[in-house]
């Protein structure tokens, strides 16, 4: 599983020295408090990461439903009830009850004080209306309520809410919870990062091994037109290398999620490309990784190499990029607006003489430079974003250029923000001529 081996490196995790996974939910309970509400109600199911945070429950397909009811500041303690069908019942209590004990001194206490337990949704039973019976039973039955939910509520969940004659308001409190990790979540996110590592580590070894097939007398040397590299025998292309970095991510117990992009040429200015291309050499290779791990955090790696180029626009999109990564690394810090970061980077961009400023499919740079990461690929904060930079935060850091007829550049890292400054979560070398790396 992740973490049991520190990707590439080889040393091995003591599962038993990891922090405890939890989620603490006095924020939410604060939140309704702070909003004058009654109680807060999610429904998802499991590709819902805010239900995987607030649970650690990696739920059904079908609709759940949580609900955090704040006590009375007495002998009513806080609660929390999650609503699962019946076969999830032995997880739920596992994962969303005994797992937020605090085990001290064998109290039992849950860590955040916040009593939690399992409720089973009957077989016909809409999530949306089971979670209203909840709210009704912890409320006693008082009528009127109104309950905080996540902007991404399901429509139909949120219709059965309302008829049963609750208001809802919609809150921001998770994803302001999700955007500041603890010790333990930024453990899980080191591992998987290190688990990308290793994947690039590969990916980079496959290209520094390629051979470069030689054009004949009568043959252009136009990187267009270059025979594609061999690796092992056979032609290389983005498909059969995306394989081997998948390949690489589930040896090391991560995985891909689906995530792993490379493109050449022209498709390295596609962020995104997860098609087949053959790998010619001269052109610029962009990879970039973003492992999901057993507990659902992400990683996010990326670099760009060049095999047999001849100096040209990749090079000097490189020197630009590098630099303006170096410029954003140094300027992440507390109490830094995160959208100074990006402006920074951007400007660094400029200064090489590519437009900070571009639009999507024009030449430059065309995205922020960098947002968090955590059970999303993408979350709070976005480093083009208003808010001060908090510890805890963690964001990948990824600024790039792209010229849609030539291909693109981009070095990107997982860092969390410190008291002082910030982490890198993994080390990998920069370069954009591709070496042989141990794995």
């Known amino acids: 599983m992740d973490g049991d081996r520190e990707a590439g490196f080889g040393s091995p995790v003591d599962p038993e020295q990891r922090r405890p996974l939890r989620?603490?939910?006095?924020?939410?309970?604060?939140?309704?408090?702070?909003?004058?509400?009654d109680a807060f109600v999610a429904v998802g199911d499991r590709f819902d990461d805010d239900l995987r945070y607030l649970t650690r429950v990696v739920g059904?397909?079908?609709?759940?439903?949580?609900?955090?009811?704040?006590?009375?500041?007495?002998?009513?303690?806080?609660?929390?009830?999650?609503?699962?069908?019946?076969?999830?019942?032995e997880q739920a209590e596992r994962e969303f009850v005994a797992g937020a004990r605090s085990r001290r001194d064998g109290d039992g206490e849950f860590h955040d004080g916040v009593a939690r337990e399992v409720r089973i949704e009957g077989a016909d039973d809409h999530a949306g209306e089971r979670a209203a019976a909840v709210v009704r039973d912890l409320l006693g039955g008082a009528d009127d309520q109104t309950l905080l939910v996540p902007a991404s509520i399901p429509h139909d969940a949120a219709v059965y809410l309302e008829r049963?004659?609750?208001?809802?308001?919609?809150?921001?409190?998770?994803?302001?919870?999700?955007?500041?990790?603890t010790d333990a979540e930024i453990d899980r996110l080191r591992r998987v990062q290190r688990a990308a590592v290793a994947g690039m580590a590969r990916a980079e070894t496959v290209l520094a091994e390629s051979e470069v097939v030689e054009a004949g007398p009568a043959e252009t040397g136009d990187a267009d037109h270059r025979h594609p590299l061999r690796w092992d025998g056979t032609p290389l292309t983005t498909e059969r290398l995306r394989r081997v970095v998948n390949a690489t991510l589930a040896?090391?117990?991560?995985?891909?999620?689906?995530?792993?992009?490379?493109?050449?040429?022209?498709?390295?200015?596609?962020?995104?490309?997860?098609?087949?291309?053959?790998?010619?050499?001269?052109?610029?290779?962009?990879?970039?990784?973003?492992?999901?791990?057993?507990?659902?955090?992400?990683?996010?790696?990326?670099?760009?190499?060049?095999?047999?180029?001849?100096g040209g626009w990749g090079r000097?999109?490189?020197?630009?990029?590098?630099?303006?990564?170096?410029?954003?690394?140094?300027?992440?810090?507390?109490?830094?607006?995160?959208?100074?970061?990006?402006?920074?980077?951007?400007?660094?961009?400029?200064?090489?003489?590519?437009?900070?400023?571009?639009?999507?499919?024009?030449?430059?740079?065309?995205?922020?430079?960098?947002h968090g990461v955590g059970v999303s690929r993408r979350e709070p904060p976005s480093l083009s974003g208003a808010a001060e930079l908090r510890p805890g935060q963690v964001v990948a850091v990824g600024p790039g250029v792209y010229d849609p007829g030539i291909g693109g550049v981009r070095l990107g890292d997982l860092v969390a923000v410190t008291e002082d400054g910030c982490e890198l979560l993994a080390e990998y070398p920069l370069g954009i001529v591709p070496r042989e790396r141990g794995g």
């Open 251 to 310: 040896a090391h117990g991560v995985r891909d999620a689906g995530d792993t992009a490379i493109g050449v040429g022209p498709s390295a200015a596609d962020r995104h490309y997860v098609g087949d291309d053959p790998i010619r050499p001269g052109r610029t290779v962009l990879i970039a990784i973003s492992p999901r791990g057993p507990d659902g955090y992400r990683g996010e790696l990326t670099r760009t190499f060049v095999v047999d180029g001849d």
């Open 164 to 181: 049963a004659g609750n208001e809802l308001a919609s809150t921001d409190a998770v994803a302001t919870a999700r955007a500041r990790k």
């Open 60 to 89: 059904p397909e079908r609709e759940y439903a949580l609900v955090v009811v704040p006590g009375d500041g007495g002998s009513d303690a806080d609660r929390a009830v999650l609503c699962v069908p019946p076969p999830f019942r």
């Open 316 to 370: 000097r999109a490189y020197l630009a990029v590098e630099s303006a990564r170096d410029v954003a690394l140094d300027g992440i810090e507390p109490g830094v607006p995160a959208k100074t970061v990006h402006g920074e980077a951007a400007a660094e961009l400029g200064a090489y003489g590519f437009d900070p400023n571009a639009g999507e499919g024009e030449a430059g740079f065309t995205h922020d430079a960098g």
């Open 23 to 37: 989620t603490d939910l006095t924020p939410i309970v604060e939140a309704v408090r702070a909003a004058d509400a």
